[in-house]
């Protein structure tokens, strides 16, 4: 409680370690980067599967960097190397482990409240927590009996095992290009038309249903039950099918309760209200996904990040 820092960071994903880094070289260094769990990153490390692109241009996102960062395509890999190694020559040490609840402003600063009942004092906060983190459930209700049968990635499924990817945009086409290579997958959403998608995905995609992929598009799942410990899907076709496991890749949700408790703004869709990446509470900058319907690249949240910090910069 004795210690007041200048910026206290929420999230150690790309947009956290970029606020934390260029708050830095800014000059900026009494700056603390929550994370709750053990490692950075952790969206991409569950939600990617191994070897899979970390685009610049995500989704067609042309963006110039302007910060600190000579982020480039790569991959999982490449991305989590390349992050371990900002860390490090950067001296930036996150509190891994620290789950925030609310933030609250106090006497002219921020509390940060975590989990385990822990107090921080910050003149600003930076909030760079993804969707990612809660991903979306179908409307549908999943039987008890097979809630272990479903992921939310694909890194858990076995070869040998039919399974269903659920969803249409770039995760689940990627998970369903990747899960044909290794067993028997079919590809499901509930358009004809994959509009969503990058242009690397959709050449890749036809490419895989021409050979291995199996496709169930144009139909919506209407329910899901226990068929003798596998899941029968049934569609609004008529039809229905038996699978090993369901992965549903139908994006994330905003964490709405959060933001409630921090006294933001938001809009129809969930989403906070900003005005140059500071939200309805002053002192309080919202960057990366969180922002966006649609998700936002890593090179967006690094660009964020820095705008975020200048703007601080100039009241501390």
Known sequence: MENIYDIA??????????????????????????????????????????GKRVDKDYKGQIVDLRGSI??????????????????????IEPRYSTDIEKVVKKDGYFEISSTSNEVFLAKFVIIAIGKMGQP?????????????????????????????????????????????????????YRRNEFSRINEINAKALQEAFASKLKKKLGVNIERLEDNSGQIEVFYDDATSD???????????????????????DLDELGLPITQDFESSVEGIFVIGDILSKNGASVATALNQALDAVNKIKTRI
């Open 70 to 91: 000579p982020f480039k395509d790569t991959d999982k890999e490449g991305y989590l190397s390349m992050f371990d190694e900002l860390l490090r020559e950067n001296k």
């Open 136 to 188: 979306n459930k179908p409307d549908y209700k999943i039987p008890p009996t097979l809630l272990k049968k479903v992921a939310y990635n694909a890194n858990s499924i076995n070869p040998g095992e039919k399974v269903l990817v659920v969803g249409g945009g770039n995760s689940a086409v990627e998970y369903a290009i990747a899960l044909a290579d290794e067993t028997d997958t079919t590809l499901n």
């Open 242 to 264: 038996v699978f090993d496991r369901i992965v549903y890749a139908i994006g994330g949700a905003v964490p709405l309760d959060f933001l409630k408790k921090c006294g933001l």
């Open 9 to 50: 960071i929420i999230g150690a994903g790309p947009g956290g370690i970029a606020a934390s880094i260029e708050a830095n070289k800014a000059g900026i260094n009494n700056v603390i980067l929550f994370e709750k769990s053990n490692e950075h990153s952790s969206t991409i490390r569950k939600f990617y599967k191994d």
